[in-house]
């Protein structure tokens, strides 16, 4: 299941840092916008931890995104279930 994990994490932190970058805000303008500490931040678009539901919805609104579009999977990713 930490393959998954791994996996599911790589593909939140580059949606994050593509939807930052594309609206052309900091790290830290993000941060500040959904209240959050800036390194917190940073880990969740490094990928180094995941953000808690809560934090995920002021990270979606800060990026005038919904959650859905930053945290879920796509169609390409894997869903675990092989039949």
């Given at each position: 299941m930490s393959v998954a994990i791994s996996e599911r994490e790589d593909e939140?932190?580059?949606?994050l840092r593509a939807t930052r970058e594309n609206l052309g805000l900091t790290?830290?303008?993000?941060?500040?916008k959904a209240n959050i500490a800036e390194r917190a931040y940073q880990n969740y678009e490094y990928g180094k931890r995941n953000p808690s539901v809560r934090t995920a919805i002021r990270i979606a609104k800060a990026l005038n995104s919904s959650v859905e579009e930053l945290f879920q999977?796509?169609?390409?990713?894997?869903?675990?279930?092989?039949?």
């Amino acid at each position: 299941m930490s393959v998954a994990i791994s996996e599911r994490e790589d593909e939140v932190n580059v949606k994050l840092r593509a939807t930052r970058e594309n609206l052309g805000l900091t790290q830290l303008q993000v941060a500040e916008k959904a209240n959050i500490a800036e390194r917190a931040y940073q880990n969740y678009e490094y990928g180094k931890r995941n953000p808690s539901v809560r934090t995920a919805i002021r990270i979606a609104k800060a990026l005038n995104s919904s959650v859905e579009e930053l945290f879920q999977k796509t169609q390409s990713e894997p869903d675990g279930n092989q039949t």
